[in-house]
């Protein structure tokens, strides 16, 4: 095979980006099944609405508290 340089498109960067990812639980971007989206989207709906977050900063915290709250919820159905 001649030397391969790996994907050369953005998708095909993005598909390689995650090729050794396993549960996702330290990943910067929640893992969120199509099955799961509606939970996820309530999650992070009802932490906005009980924090109220006002500018970046604080819109920055609530999101990895989103991230953090839903792997959390992952790992407890994993155990179980």
């Known amino acids: 095979m001649p030397n391969q340089s790996g994907p050369n498109t953005p998708e095909g960067k ?44 604080q819109d920055l915290t609530v999101e990895r508290l989103v991230n953090n709250a839903w792997n959390m919820q992952r790992v407890l159905k994993l155990e179980n």
């Open 14 to 57: 993005a598909n390689s980006s995650r090729n050794a990812t396993r549960h996702g639980l330290t990943s910067m971007h929640p893992v969120v099944t199509e099955a799961d989206r509606p939970e996820f989207k309530a999650l992070r709906a009802q932490l906005f609405y009980a924090i109220q977050p006002v500018g970046f900063l």
